[in-house]
Nanobody
Framework: QLQLVESGGGLVQPGGSLRLSCAASGFTLDTYAIGWFRQAPGKEREGVSCINSSDGRTYYADSVKGRFTISRDNAKNTVYLQMNSLKPEDAAVYYC???????????????????WGQGTQVTVSS
């Protein structure tokens, strides 16, 4: 079974930073592209960012481009999401999942298996 555990969320003031971690358990993470999604109360889940397994190429939603950075450390079997200049609109539960890759290859914001973990809560408030 795929096991991805999110951590690193918390309460931060607007303009602050958080680093989220996505740790793989039971499989080698570098065999999959990994994406971060988020869902705020009463809103649809949206794709935030993803990173290829093959070449490290990345994608960012326009809403976070320039503020968030996704990275992976295959030796640690972990994907990170560095979030800077946080805004109240970024508040949500953040999830990481394996995502689909295109022929290019390029990751896209579509879950590969359709299952979701617990997520980690990010709250942005003064």
């Amino acid at each position: 079974q795929l096991q991805l555990v999110e951590s690193g969320g918390g309460l931060v003031q607007p303009g602050g930073s958080l680093r989220l971690s996505c740790a793989a358990s039971g499989f080698t993470l570098d065999t999959y592209a990994i994406g971060w999604f988020r869902q705020a109360p009463g809103k649809e889940r949206e794709g935030v960012s993803c990173i290829n397994s093959s070449d490290g190429r990345t994608y960012y939603a326009d809403s976070v481009k320039g503020r968030f950075t996704i990275s992976r450390d295959n030796a640690k079997n972990t994907v990170y999401l560095q979030m800077n200049s946080l805004k109240p609109e970024d508040a949500a539960v953040y999830y990481c999942v394996a995502v689909v890759t295109t022929i290019q290859p390029m990751c896209i914001m579509r879950p590969l298996f359709g299952s979701w973990g617990q997520g980690t809560q990010v709250t942005v408030s003064s």
